[in-house]
């Protein structure tokens, strides 16, 4: 049975490097040369195909490299529970937040440039967000709920966009008067493009006090319009030029525009879009003005490989750098810590055991969270069912793919922990 396992992983491991080449330039290895058991990841695969058969989701796929070497890959179910066409590694996800730590690398690359500090005020790039206010809600006499406009006592500040510490917040969950003002205010009504989208957002009342709690929000898709601001060009031409294309990221992008590409479009069940209280998935096949650099992004498990890589390597990636390592480790440290004055709001996505860097959830404590792992481990999920996590104690990264809303979170928990089990 095992020497069964190693040849599948070995087989899908090679189909994985044609339909996506120079994913790693070691090549695939068999499971115990990076120290995971083919028995522990026999539980992997019979995990996954467990969810299929029950009708959870419709496919998956997976990567675990370690120690430099292809560990695990493999594909799962179909790609589209209407089409039943099979996943493969070529399959087009909708990664949703996993777009954050792309765009919080964008932005860190023109702070070692010296173009942009953490320390700057939001407005000196965005002006609107210079007389933003902070909403305060009360109770009036007849128990209706109201809002008090108060001044900031601090500026938004780049660092606050990145570890979601600007006050800012999402609308499409959550209760209150802010979040209320947030839906009624249609912030994507229209043709919006990143430039108006943030004149729109900068009318709303934030929820905080800039820089007192992590609270999760559209603060990475202002710092696109920052880059945006900063670089003179689109968010996505940027990130084109200093940052996909070099990495070898050619299906990562904010849609699918090529004809031919369209058919490789994950799909989740029909029954499985909703994101929070009033959205659904898009449709990454209709191209619009907006690139939202919190959530608009969609990937392969290949070019998002490398990505990770890129990451676990401390900013390089064959041969070439992106970010000086010290940036990496700085980014990979917590900025929410004990003297940050920050304090975890109601949804705090990190979860125990957790602090946040810079586009990055932190572990900080071996223990507390229920789910393995180790400390520095640097990670970040998608609403649509992708997740990723580098851990740097075990040079071990780790990316999933799926479509799926409703089993997300309690699938990403189950696979760590079978991740972790399978160590030899």
Do not use: C
Not at 78 to 101: A, E, H, L, N, Q
Not at 140 to 152: I, N, S
């Amino acid at each position: 049975m095992l020497s069964a396992l190693r040849l599948r992983v070995a087989v899908a491991t090679v189909a994985f490097f044609i339909a996506v080449p120079n994913v790693f330039a070691e090549g695939p290895v068999v499971a115990e040369q990076a120290g995971l058991s083919t028995a522990g990841l026999a539980r992997i695969d019979a995990y996954i195909k467990n969810e299929i058969d029950q009708n959870k989701i419709p496919g998956a796929v997976m990567l675990i490299e370690r120690n430099g070497k292809t560990a695990y890959f493999n594909s799962f179910g179909v790609r589209d529970p209407g089409t039943k066409v099979p996943m493969t590694p070529d399959t087009i996800f909708r990664i949703y937040s996993m777009s954050k730590p792309i765009t919080t690398v964008a932005a860190m690359m023109l702070v070692e440039e010296g173009k942009l500090q953490l320390d700057d005020p939001l407005s000196k790039y965005i002006p609107a967000f210079a007389d933003v206010k902070v909403g305060v809600e009360r109770k009036e006499e007849d128990g209706a709920a109201a809002l008090d406009l108060v001044p900031v006592k601090r500026p938004i500040t780049i660092q606050d966009l990145m570890r979601h510490t600007s006050g800012l917040t999402y609308g499409f969950f959550g209760e209150g008067v802010v979040k209320k003002a947030y839906v009624d205010a249609h912030l994507f009504a229209g043709e919006v493009d990143n430039a108006e989208f943030v004149q729109r957002l900068a009318k709303l009342p934030l929820v905080y006090q800039p820089g007192t709690t992590w609270d999760y929000s559209h603060s990475v898709d202002v710092l696109g319009r920052v880059i945006e601001v900063v670089s003179g060009k689109s968010l996505y031409e940027f990130e084109k030029e200093r940052l996909l294309d070099p990495l070898g990221m050619k299906d990562t992008s904010f849609y699918v525009t090529d004809a031919d590409k369209k058919a490789l479009v994950a799909e989740p069940f029909p029954d499985d879009r909703k994101i929070g209280n009033d959205a659904e998935m898009g449709d990454p096949r209709v191209r619009q003005k907006w690139e939202s650099g919190g959530g608009g992004m969609v990937s392969t498990i290949g070019d998002y490989a490398r990505f990770a890589a890129m990451i676990l390597n401390g900013g390089t990636l064959d041969g070439k750098r992106y970010l000086s390592p010290k940036t990496v480790a700085y980014m990979g440290s917590n900025h929410i810590g004990p003297g940050s004055g920050v304090v975890p709001g109601p949804y705090y996505l990190p979860g125990p055991g957790f602090g946040f860097g810079l586009g990055f959830a932190v572990r900080t404590e071996a223990g507390i969270s229920p789910i393995e792992g180790s400390v520095g481990e640097m990670n970040w999920s998608g609403a649509g069912g992708t997740t990723f996590w580098v851990d740097r104690q075990e040079n071990m990264f780790v990316v999933f793919m799926a479509q799926t809303v409703t089993q997300r979170s309690r699938i990403r928990a189950t696979l760590k922990n079978l991740v972790y089990g399978a160590f030899d």
